[in-house]
Nanobody, 115 residues
Framework: QVHLVESGGGLVQPGGSLRLSCAAS????????MAWYRQAPGKQRDLVAS???????KYGDSLKGRFAISVDNAKNSVYLQMNSLKPEDTAVYYC?????????WGQGTQVTVSS
């Protein structure tokens, strides 16, 4: 079992920045990739960014350039740096970890972009 805990969400003004963190614990052996997803009210959960333990990254549409995902293998953590935030970035952000073709999920952290 892999346990994921997100942190770093909150209220930010348009144009601002936030850095989300996700710490993995438990049976973290052979986690192959970690990712951030987001879900706005009434919408589906969409990929924000993913990263393999080797460092290969993938981003959701139009997010690369504003968002950056990174991983610290020594801390078993993944981060999401979000810059130039827009009101449409408002959502619950979820961390996930893939292990043996199974996806684990965190509880989510709310990000609200509003003036």
């Amino acid at each position: 079992q892999v346990h994921l805990v997100e942190s770093g969400g909150g209220l930010v003004q348009p144009g601002g920045s936030l850095r989300l963190s996700c710490a993995a614990s438990g049976n973290i052996f052979r986690i192959s990739a970690m990712a951030w997803y987001r879900q706005a009210p009434g919408k589906q959960r969409d990929l924000v960014a993913s990263i393999t333990m080797g460092g290969s990254t993938k981003y959701g549409d139009s997010l690369k350039g504003r968002f950056a995902i990174s991983v610290d293998n020594a801390k078993n953590s993944v981060y999401l740096q979000m810059n130039s935030l827009k009101p449409e970035d408002t959502a619950v952000y979820y961390c996930s970890a893939q292990q043996n073709d199974y996806d684990y999920w965190g509880q989510g952290t709310q990000v609200t972009v509003s003036s």
